[in-house]
Structure formats: C-alpha cells, structure tokens
C-alpha cells in the first residue's frame, strides 16, 4: 500500500518527503489544476527541483490536471501535459477524456492516473479508460462504500487509490458547480471551489459574517471558529431553521478502516491538501506513515493510536472527522 501525499509548495514538498511519503503529488500555477490557489503550486523550475528532490529520496512525483479542458482553450491543457512529460514525472493525473486521449497518444510510456475527478464508481467505466487509455490507476471517488470499493478493487482490472484523509467534498467528484452558480468559477474548470477574491469576511455586532461573491455564507459567533464560505457547508434558513442544510463542515478520515482497505487491494492512500501548509503536510504525512508501517507489520492486530486520531482532528474541518460514504450500514 503506497503513500500519496499533496504539496501545494516546495517547503511542502520537503516536508511530505521528510515524513514518509511514498509519492507527492503536484499541480502547476494555472486552471489546469484544481487546487489552484493563489501563491501556491509549482511552475517548471520548481517542479524541476521537486523532482530531483523526489529522486535523490526515491519518492514518486506525480503531476495532476485534474480540470476539465475549457473549449476553445484546450491548448493550455495540452500545453501542460507536455510539460509532466518533458520534466520526467511518474504519472499524470487527469480526469478530461480529452486529456487523456492527448497524453495516451503522443506520450504513450507515461503513465496516467484517472483522477478522482473522472468520477469512475464501477468496473465498466475503469474498463474502458484502460482499454482506451491504458490508465494504471484510478483514484477512486469519494462517493463509494467499503463494500463498492471492495467490488470495484476485486475486479484487479486497474490499480485503485482510495482518500484516506481530507477535506469532504458532498457532491459526485468532478459534477459539483455550486461555486459556479455563486460565482462563475468552480473546481472543474477554473480549479478552485470559493475562490478567495470572491471571499469577504464582515464583522456584524458580535458575529463574524462570511459572505461568497456578497452572499451571506454563515455566521459564527464569538466562541466559533469560523470557516473559509464554501457554499455546501454554509448555514441557510430552511423551513423556519437555520442549520448546515447541505453538509456539517467535517473532514474524511479512514483510518479506522485501513486493515479493511488493505484486504480490499486497495494499492495507494492519498491524502488531500494541497492548499495546506507545509506544517499541516508534515505532521499528517507521519501520522499516515506510522499507521501504514504498523499495519504492514500486523494487518490483524491493528489499531489507530490514539495519538494519530488526535492530530488528524486537530487538522479536520470544524475539528470533526468521519468515514463518510465509506460507512453505510444499510447497505
Ligand atoms: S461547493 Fe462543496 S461539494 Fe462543491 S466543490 Fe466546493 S467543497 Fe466540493
């Protein structure tokens, strides 16, 4: 079972090697990457110097355009897969056929990753972006049981990677335009959710108001910390209450689950956070490499240190984690 950690930055690169990581993945300064945060990513000189870093430490880099080409603008995106190419990296990560296809056909030794973007939940859909693309993996989404992913792993048709911690995104991976509807621009095309110029925050009275392209996203009261306005774990009036309608802000953590994921076949845990700090990157990545080292060793008596749990809730969204889709009981 690898490792796959998130770097939005060099120092976050070096962390994520210092720490553990089996490979560290990254995304260029532009709308092909869906973590395109303002002052983070990686233009060609710094991902040259990720790359050797990777290599002296024998960690694996992988380069994700995980954005949906725009029409008429698809030159960027091919632009950037002949850059993964020239500079060397272990695997693309798309999810745009029309990406795909570019990458299959004039760079057929790179090996490409179906993003978790591509939202491919079953076997006849890994199916044919093997046979059509020739993909060796499949980051699968965030919408799938433990026992869909035992399904989808046990096919053996393409190597899986599974989230293992995270910030939660509600809706089918790559299909949510909640921030296009608010904003113009969301994580599929523009590559970010709530991007951070549409952002105000707004003292009112005692509250701290966060409001989204001058929408009002939530409130938070002098005791709350207040969270960055996306529009799916925002607070609404509905039928005469105010609640999170959508989503409690709460982040994805499957460590409770990790034997289960091994015996499933699940070749790589990811986790998310490329627009975390190189801190954040860090302390989560030895956490997750501690865990893996320990069930390798001992798939049967494993347990997650208490330790563990306690940081990754120290770094979770609304300081709450949850399996998530993983658990359905009633399955
Ligand atoms: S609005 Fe929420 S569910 Fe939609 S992309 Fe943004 S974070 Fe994900």
Not at 77 to 95: E, F, H, K, P, S
Not at 174 to 195: A, D, F, I
Not at 215 to 232: H, Q, S
Request: glycine share 8%; with cysteine.
């Amino acid at each position: 079972m690898e490792l796959v950690c998130p770097a939005g930055s060099l120092p976050a690169f070096e962390q994520a090697v210092n720490h553990g990581a089996d490979a560290v993945y990254i995304g260029f300064r532009d709308s092909t990457n869906a973590r395109a945060f303002a002052g983070l990513n990686f233009d060609d000189e710094r991902a040259a110097k990720a790359l050797a870093l990777a290599r002296a430490r024998g960690v694996k880099l992988f380069v994700a355009l995980n954005t949906y080409a725009e029409s008429g603008n698809t030159a960027r995106w091919y632009d950037a897969v002949d850059r993964v190419a020239a500079l060397g990296a272990d695997a693309l990560i798309a999810a745009d056929l029309g990406v795909l296809d570019y990458a299959s056909r004039h760079y057929p030794d790179l090996a490409l990753h179906l993003s978790v973007q591509g939202s491919a939940t079953n076997y006849e859909a890994l199916d044919f972006y093997v046979r059509r693309f020739g993909i060796r993996r499949a980051v699968l989404p965030r919408v799938l049981s433990l026992k869909q992913v035992r399904q989808v792993a046990a096919s053996g048709r393409v190597d899986v990677e599974v989230f293992g911690f995270g910030s939660l995104c509600i809706m089918a991976e790559g299909r949510c335009y909640l921030s296009s509807y608010m904003t113009g621009e969301s994580p599929n095309q523009q590559g970010v959710c709530s991007p951070a110029r549409f952002v105000e925050w707004r003292q009112s009275g005692a509250q701290m108001e966060s409001r989204l392209n001058g929408v009002v996203i939530d409130r938070f009261g002098p005791d709350e910390k207040a969270g960055y306005p996306t529009l799916c774990k925002g607070r609404f009036e509905c039928q005469g209450q105010t609640s999170h309608v959508l989503e409690e802000p709460t982040s994805l953590n499957t460590m409770a689950i990790l034997p289960d994921l091994l015996a499933a076949g699940v070749k790589a845990i990811k986790l998310e956070g490329r627009q975390r700090s190189p801190a954040y990157v860090g302390q989560v990545v030895s956490v997750w490499r501690q865990a893996i080292d320990r069930l390798k060793k001992d798939p049967a008596g494993f347990r997650p240190d208490p330790h563990w749990m306690a940081v990754l809730q120290g770094f979770s969204e609304g300081s709450q984690t949850t399996l998530g889709p993983y658990d359905r009981p009633w399955q």
